[in-house]
């Protein structure tokens, strides 16, 4: 199966900073990176995704970025806020599970 | 869009009881349903996959016994957990598995504390 790695497993930032999350995969054929943002005892939540055709594509403060060359999509936050903080996930769609995630904490 | 129902939302049970979880695909059928384990702040953790009609496909390490999965319906998949014990205390949460049209469709997770 395709071997995903998340980086960094925990991050805080300062309320405004900007945080980065990345992940890489190993399939080449793969063409869908979606993001997942899951609150404290909630349900994930999809909040932004990108086809292999695309390089980027942004969503007000959220943006995701494509490297296929490299193999790896990041997710951007920009001028993070409190509610920012969550765990962050990069399933695959052919594979059902989730890997580390990354906690995120965003210090006011 | 698709909506999983997950109910109930919280509950506490006494060590030894058994507790009953509900997922339910309300305008979609789901032929397969992944149930995750989930401590605070840590990753979902694939416990088991059901499938209506067939058996379920436990994940390495989760004992069938413990944790029933049921597939009664093409909508409706359930986790029992069997002579619950304080270490089954966790978030547990359902989800329909990604289609050509849409993502993972999770349901709004249940927590179990057993006291």
């Known amino acids: 199966g395709e071997n995903v790695e998340q980086h960094p497993s925990t991050l805080s930032v300062q309320e405004g900073d900007s945080a980065v999350i990345k992940c890489t995969y190993s399939?080449?054929?793969?063409?869908?990176f979606p993001w997942y943002k899951q609150e404290l005892g909630k349900r994930p939540q999809l909040i932004i995704d990108?086809?292999?055709?695309?390089g980027e594509k942004k969503d007000q403060r959220i943006a995701v970025t494509l490297n296929k060359t490299a193999k790896h999509f990041s997710l951007h936050i920009t001028e993070t806020q409190p509610e920012d903080s969550a765990v962050y996930f990069c399933?695959?769609?052919?594979?059902?599970?989730f890997g580390t995630g990354t906690s995120l904490t965003v210090i006011p | 869009g698709a909506v999983v129902s997950q109910h109930p939302s919280r509950v506490i049970c006494k060590s030894g009881t058994s507790v009953k979880i509900e997922c339910r695909s309300l305008?979609?059928?789901?032929?397969?349903m992944f149930w995750y384990r989930q401590f605070p702040k840590q990753s979902l953790m694939l416990m088991a996959t059901?499938?209506?009609?067939?058996?379920?496909?436990?994940e390495q390490g989760v004992e069938k016994d413990k944790f029933l999965i049921n597939h009664a319906s093409l909508t409706l998949s359930t986790l029992t957990v069997t002579s619950a014990h304080p270490e089954d205390s966790s978030f547990y949460i359902c989800?329909?598995?990604?289609?050509?049209?849409?993502?993972?469709?999770f349901g709004s997770g249940t927590r179990l504390t057993v006291v």
């Open positions: 989800s329909a598995p990604p289609t050509g049209e849409r993502g993972y469709t």
């Open positions: 399939d080449s054929a793969s063409n869908y």
């Open positions: 990108i086809r292999s055709n695309v």
């Open positions: 399933p695959r769609r052919n594979q059902f599970y």
């Open positions: 305008d979609f059928q789901a032929t397969t």
């Open positions: 059901s499938n209506e009609g067939s058996k379920a496909t436990y």
